[in-house]
């Protein structure tokens, strides 16, 4: 399923899909956001609603 992002006359992008249209009026980080989103699920990502884990950083420093 292609997505596809591109810019209207107003300045604004819409993002659409062979499904149909996703985004009308919007910017071009959101438009792009949303292509990312499409993208992922089509190829199996499943939105859980918990936000992205942590890891610890690689500086060598040790957690009490």
Aim: charged content about 30%.
């Amino acid at each position: 399923m292609p997505v596809t992002v591109s810019k209207k006359k107003s300045g604004k992008y819409s993002v659409r899909t062979p499904n149909g249209v996703h985004a009308k009026g919007t910017t071009k980080a959101k438009a792009e956001a949303q292509a990312r989103l499409l993208r992922g699920v089509e190829h199996g990502w499943k939105p859980t609603g918990k936000k992205k884990r942590k890891l610890p950083s690689s500086d060598g420093a040790t957690y009490a």
